[in-house]
Each structure stands twice: as structure tokens, then as C-alpha cells.
């Protein structure tokens, strides 16, 4: 990425983030995790970890989603954030419901009860990621908390798609069970789109494309933190 003080356009800006993205180490699509249940060599116990600590942050999205609207002062664009409220709570695409009460389907199909995704206690990590996504949305201007999806929803396609076909694939599951993973598919790719928009239209200096590029960074690094699973 270019320095603090180079001025480029907000569409350019965009661009070499996209690039900066593609590139990194924090990909979840790349994660261990991710790879061993594509591979079928992740346990059962994992996943039920993993299930368990990625939930704690699912169970929380309708609520950001909400104080990311919230927070908007652009009618159109808050129109669109308000869909994505909608879809998070109640479901919008053929065949969905509420985003967390699918990823308690898929929790239930595993042996999971939502007691124990309920009272579970948060990792460190969780943790982390929870107060930060939250902090942001307070402390950073609306647009630029919410131009940082680019790396967060923007990047969750490609690794929920793999691990929904892993699941299938190598643990038996029923595609019914795991809908969570295939509506992200397509639903994140179009918030991750809405994302860019906004890039686009409100980072157009150097500070808050350094300011953008900071935060986006840092979504990513603690997103792939949460995921990371200890034996």
C-alpha cells in the first residue's frame, strides 16, 4: 500500500486494498481450520470448538448489524444496511431464517445444544474480536468502520463455501444443516460489495485511507485469531 501521504482516488484506493487482501496471511480461506475440514482431517471435537467460540460473534451480528445503521447518515446507503439487518434476523433468500438461528441448525446437527452455545464461556480471542468490532463502530466514523468489511464480510465467502462442501463431504453432513455456510456464500459477497461503495464514495483522503486500510487489517488478524483452535 502506498504511504500515509500519497493522494489517490478513493476507486485506486480501493483496488490496492483489494490487491493488499488478497495477499495476506489472514486469509480464512487459507486458515488450518479451514484446510483440515476441506481435507476431512479436522476432528469432531474441533469443529464442535470452533462451532462453539465462531457463535458467540454470530449470535451478536443482528445487533451490530443494527448499530452499524444506526450510525449511518447517508439515507441511501442506510437503506441498504437496513436490509442487511433484515436479512441477519429473519432471513431474506429463498430457503433461509435468521443468520444465527441457521448456524444453530448447523450447531444441533453436530451435538451441540444451544445451552452450551448460549453459556459457553469466550475465548480470549472472541473476546478480542467482539469488543473490537463493536468499539469501532463507536469511536471511527460510520464509513470508515464500515469500508473495513471489505476484509472482514468481503473475505467470508471463499471460507464458508469450503467449509460448507467439506462438511458435506467429509463428515456426512445434510445440505439443510449446513445453509448457514452456502447463504454467507452469496450474502456476504453482497455486503462485502456494499462495503466497497462505500469506500469509494467517503475515503477519499490519505488519512482515512490510512485510517481504512489500519482497521481493515486488524479485522482480519483477529477473525483469523478466533478460528485458530488449539489441540
Do not use: N
Not at 460473534?57 to 448489524?65: D, E, G, K, S
Amino acid at each position: 500500500m502506498a504511504a500515509q501521504s500519497e493522494v489517490m482516488s478513493s476507486a485506486e484506493f480501493v483496488r490496492r486494498l483489494k490487491a493488499e487482501i488478497a495477499g495476506s496471511p489472514k486469509q480464512r480461506v487459507d486458515h488450518p481450520f479451514v484446510r483440515a475440514v476441506s481435507s476431512g482431517t479436522a476432528s469432531m471435537e474441533q469443529i464442535r470448538r470452533w462451532a462453539i467460540q465462531d457463535y458467540q460473534f454470530r449470535r451478536a451480528v443482528p445487533r451490530i448489524a443494527m448499530l452499524r445503521y444506526l450510525a449511518c447518515t447517508d439515507p441511501e446507503i442506510a437503506a441498504r444496511l437496513y436490509e442487511v439487518v433484515e436479512d441477519e434476523t429473519r432471513g431474506l433468500r429463498p430457503g433461509s431464517i435468521g443468520h444465527a438461528d441457521m448456524f444453530v441448525e448447523f450447531a444441533k446437527s453436530i451435538g451441540i445444544t444451544r445451552k452450551e452455545l448460549e453459556t459457553a464461556k469466550l475465548l480470549p480471542a472472541t473476546a478480542a474480536h467482539l469488543y473490537y468490532a463493536e468499539l469501532i463502530i463507536h469511536t471511527l466514523p460510520w464509513f470508515v468502520m464500515m469500508a473495513a468489511q471489505i476484509g472482514a464480510e468481503g473475505t467470508f465467502p471463499p471460507a464458508v463455501a469450503a467449509l460448507g462442501r467439506g462438511f458435506i463431504t467429509h463428515y456426512g453432513m445434510k445440505p439443510e444443516s449446513v445453509r448457514f455456510f452456502t447463504v454467507h456464500e452469496e450474502a456476504d459477497a453482497e455486503h462485502g460489495t456494499l462495503a466497497e461503495d462505500i469506500a469509494v464514495r467517503y475515503i477519499t483522503s490519505p488519512h482515512l485511507q490510512a485510517q481504512t486500510r489500519e482497521v481493515t487489517l486488524r479485522r482480519m488478524e483477529l477473525l483469523y485469531d478466533v478460528w485458530t483452535i488449539e489441540d
